[in-house]
């Protein structure tokens, strides 16, 4: 990298000139105010607020005020942060934003961590002297997740800039009427950007912030605090997790810049409540009854001694779980607790980026890509960071106009002048439409099989020795070569699929293109999509799926099935659960909610959700990242590993007695699953590290939450998995990146405090980001392109495609169960394309019976003209339809009314 010599008060200063003064700035660790500007949506220069004295050379004793975050870092600049002048000049400028600042912070939900606070004390303004009436606002309602306090606003910009610029929406804007300004929607209304959580932090002050801390309010720095994982999509998105009087009260974007950067999904920042659900399983149940620990621990104990065990894992418990309950039934009685058709497009997808050359990218990476085919996601309501980061990566190609004319990236508004409607080639070939296709260069609806077709198709116009589509239409063939020639002309090309279709030619066309690109030369990133949190680490465990479960209880004498973590109802028909449960004399389940297996169970136990345990999650890139309690319940609840390593010594097996604490488990899968091997570098162990606390040094209250028991303050709990301590003491030296429980310095009270945590500005965190890679290309394997392409897809009179589509709130099973969420959970309906509708006298709003795998619905009817003829689609894991595996032919059964299911594809 080049670096440019500057002087800050006199001071030489090595700095990256590709950046502005305050980007160079605040990377030294300098304090210097801000508003508008924030490192992902660049400068714009509307808040005056950095201003910095620039010197001509260093005989000039005058200079002049200049704005920090619109000044290059060049060779030779001088500047003052310190200079009299500018000094008042900033104060000037905050006494004129608070002007009409209520000065609320007694009741103000962003008080004590609000950048405007910080802002104002560094700038030294303590004094209010304006004493006339203030403007005010009617404040609007945004929904369930979002309140707004337009008061408070100091118009800096920011949440427009995010929310129209960054992430595309639409129905929020800077409404102008002379002096005033409004920031909001035209109408009250639930916002409708699925990233529209991130305004609580985009905003320095508390125009927006979160709707469902409200409901347990409780101030920052009375928060115990703990990284963690969100487990709500398979991208594996940096949290950190806050916890008050034992319950979870909130969850905030915990900054890493190879995965989430600075934002998170509404999925991810709000569908934290499941955790405080009424549904929650917080003590054991025997026979549906409630139990002591001693004696749920008794009957498991007993029922292993009974006979042969098989376990079930999950996608959605930690690595750590799912290998104590195999080792606890043995490999060759562990099941991966997954479809039979999802554990094999999950088993092809690992497969392909193993034995492959293309590299599964960091969603940094996918940013970066300058040209992008989708094939067959719906990347907005399946994985949504990705689709945030797609967004700026149409940005990429154009940028190149820009520096054509050395206008810096981070000029945002010189940049947008520039480039205008501008976009890089993202094509999308999808079942229906998505969101993402209004940055599309071309978009593609079909079938999955014809989805498959155009991605072979692509491979073969990218390398001719790929096989070659036969029968496709012209129409196809054009579109296949314009999208091959993007690729091929890319500097960082990028193929994204993934198991949404339930289709394996979707994911092995993905993969073919990937690989004739890498041949031909132009190395090509290859991203896939996953289901749930682990899928991916579920994956290579190489576990059998749950079909293959049904099949040992029928060959085998099993006694006992335990399943861990996992609605079996989700996974498979009801009646092929049923015959499992019936197969064995004892059903024991380990989950965190209330559901139709823990029903059936004759033993629950108490799991710990991701706020009251530690483990390891495995995203879609094959990063390994550790989560880690924020509170130790005072109920029976615990990990899930642990119930399983307990009962196990009970029994008196050998096999998982010397696992003292999570450091020794972690070992232990890697030494016996190779794939695991880095596993213990995804955090340092207990051992290497001083204790760091979980609560902040302002923590209030540790007596006299307890008091109405004892006037004493309790020991604290004692954590045996991990550095981090229930308490406010901390032990010195620093602080490993992936063990930071929250991002604090002096003066830096807010989310911005993570400035000072950071190599550099947008770089990645001191130390590294969090997480280990645990797989890479191959280079030594050598690889074949796939052959089995496909027929094109024909409707059937009379028949329809059922085929899923995806839901932000609704098909993810855990946040659903969240109290803000729930509210908007689309209902169950059937979606026609309007042409197939006519055909059975449908109309939009109506009822219509189907009958699927016996079962009968009544559904209200949405048409789509995005669906392709022949297709119908269903909202993927929603009540009612859970188990139901699509896709699934559907046949008219009686005229306009009722279909009954054909048959399963």
């Known amino acids: 990298m080049t670096v440019a010599t500057i002087f800050i008060d006199n001071a030489p200063r090595e700095v990256n000139p590709k950046q502005n003064l305050l980007h160079v700035c605040l990377s030294l660790g300098y304090d210097l105010p801000y508003f508008c500007w924030h490192p992902a949506l660049g400068s714009v220069g509307a808040c005056r607020q950095c201003a910095v004295k620039q010197f001509r050379n260093e005989q000039d004793a005058t200079g002049k005020i200049v704005m920090a975050c619109m000044t290059p870092a060049a060779e030779g600049t001088r500047i003052s942060i310190a200079d009299p002048e500018v000094v008042a000049f900033r104060a000037g400028v905050i006494q004129g934003l608070m002007q009409n600042h209520p000065h609320d912070c007694p009741v103000c939900d962003e008080g004590g961590e609000c950048h405007l606070q910080d802002m104002t004390v560094m700038t030294g303004h303590r004094q209010r002297v304006y004493s006339f009436g203030k403007r005010t606002f009617r404040n609007q309602y945004l929904g369930p997740l979002v309140n707004h306090e337009m008061n408070r606003c100091i118009q800096c910009q920011r949440c427009v800039r995010f929310y129209r610029e960054y992430a595309g929406g639409h129905d929020l804007n800077a409404f102008h009427l ?31 912030t979160d709707a ?16 963690s994982i969100c487990v709500h999509c398979g991208l594996g998105c940096n949290i950190t997790a806050g916890e008050r009087y034992g319950t979870l009260r909130r969850v905030v974007n915990r900054y890493n810049h190879e995965v989430n950067g600075y934002f998170l999904c509404d999925r991810g920042r709000f569908g934290y409540e499941f955790v405080e659900s009424s549904l929650r399983i917080r003590h054991p149940l025997v026979d549906g009854k409630p139990a002591t620990r001693s004696e749920a621990l008794e009957r498991f104990g007993a029922v292993l001694r009974k006979g042969a065990v098989i376990g079930v894992g999950s996608p959605r418990a930690s690595l750590e779980s799912n290998f104590a309950l195999r080792a606890l039934a043995g490999p060759d009685h562990f099941f991966a607790g997954v479809p039979d058709e999802e554990s094999r ?38 994985a949504p960071i990705m689709a945030l980061r797609l967004r700026q990566s149409v940005r990429q190609a154009p940028m190149r106009l820009a520096a054509g004319l050395h206008i810096p990236e981070w000029l945002d508004h010189a940049v947008r002048e520039t480039v205008q409607d501008a976009k890089g080639p993202l094509f999308i070939a999808s079942p229906y439409a998505t969101k993402l296709d209004d940055i599309a260069t071309a978009t593609y609806h ?9 991605g072979f198709a692509i491979a073969h116009a990218i390398d001719a020795t790929a096989p070659e589509v036969i029968a496709l239409s012209p129409e196809l063939e054009t579109m296949a070569a314009k999208i091959a020639a993007a690729l091929r002309g890319a500097q960082h090309p990028l193929v994204v699929a993934g198991a949404s279709c339930r289709n394996r030619g ?15 030369g132009s190395p090509a990133s290859l991203s896939f999509t996953m289901p749930e949190c682990n899928s991916f680490g579920l994956a290579l465990m190489e576990a059998p799926p749950l079909s293959e479960a049904l099949r040992t209880v029928r060959s085998e004498p099993v006694s006992t099935l335990i399943v861990l973590e996992n609605d079996l109802f989700r996974r498979a028909p009801a009646n092929e659960v049923t015959s499992l449960l019936r197969g064995v004399q004892h059903l024991i389940v380990l989950d965190h909610l209330g559901n139709p297996t823990t029903d059936a169970a004759e033993l629950v136990l108490p799991a710990g959700t991701f706020a009251e345990s530690d483990g390891t999650l495995v995203n879609n890139e094959g990063r390994a990242q550790r989560f880690f309690q924020v509170l130790n319940p005072s109920t029976d609840v615990q990990e899930s590993w642990r119930w399983l390593h307990e009962v196990s010594v009970a029994a008196g097996s050998k096999s998982m007695e010397r696992w003292e604490d999570l450091d020794d488990l972690t070992a232990t899968i890697a030494k016996e699953i190779a794939a695991f091997g880095a596993l213990p570098k995804v955090a340092p162990p207990r051992s290497a590290v001083g204790k760091i606390a979980r609560e902040p040094s302002r923590y209030s209250g540790r007596t006299a939450m307890l008091a109405n028991i004892s006037v004493h303050e309790p020991r604290p709990p004692q954590d045996p998995d991990s550095s981090l301590a229930f308490s406010m003491e901390s032990g010195p030296g620093p602080v490993p990146s992936s063990l930071i429980p929250f991002f604090w310095a002096p003066g830096w009270n807010s989310v911005q405090a993570v400035n000072k945590f950071q190599s550099e500005i947008g770089g990645a965190l001191r130390g590294g980001d969090p997480g280990v890679r645990l797989i890479e290309p191959s280079r030594e394997s050598v690889w074949q392109y796939f052959s089995a392409i496909p027929p094109a897809f024909k409707s059937r009179s009379g028949e329809w495609l059922l085929i899923p589509v995806f839901h932000i709130f609704g098909s993810e099973e855990l946040s659903r169960h969240a109290q803000g969420i729930s509210q908007l959970l689309p209902r169950p309906y059937l979606a026609l394309n309007p042409a197939e509708a ?12 189907i009958l699927i795998e016996d079962s009968q619905f009544e559904l ?38 009722e279909f009954s299911a054909r048959g399963v594809l």
């Not at 079909?446 to 155009?454: E, G, H, I, T, Y």
């Open 178 to 208: 002379r002096d005033s300004i409004f920031y909001g929607r035209h109408e009250d209304g639930v916002l409708e950007s699925e990233f529209s959580g991130n305004l609580v932090e985009i905003c320095p002050t508390g125009v927006f």
């Open 212 to 227: 469902t801390l409200k409901h347990h309010y409780s101030r920052k720095w009375d928060l115990q605090m703990a990284p």
């Open 345 to 382: 497009l999950i088993s092809a997808m690992v497969r392909i980026l193993r034995d492959g050359p293309a590299r599964s990218p960091s969603l940094d990476e996918v940013e970066h890509s300058d040209a992008v085919f989708v094939l067959g996601e719906d990347l907005t309501n399946v």
């Open 446 to 454: 079909a079938s999955p099989d014809d989805l498959a077709r155009l």
């Open 506 to 520: 979707v994911i092995e066309a993905a993969g073919q293109i990937a690989w004739a690109l890498c041949k031909v």
């Open 838 to 849: 006519s055909l059975v006298g449908a109309k939009a709003g109506g009822r219509i019976k």
């Open 860 to 897: 209200e009817i949405m048409l789509r003209a995005d669906l392709p003829r022949g297709v119908a689609g269903l909202p993927a894991g929603l009540p009612p339809f859970d188990g139901i595996q699509l896709p699934l032919f559907c046949k008219l059964a009686s005229v306009g009314t």
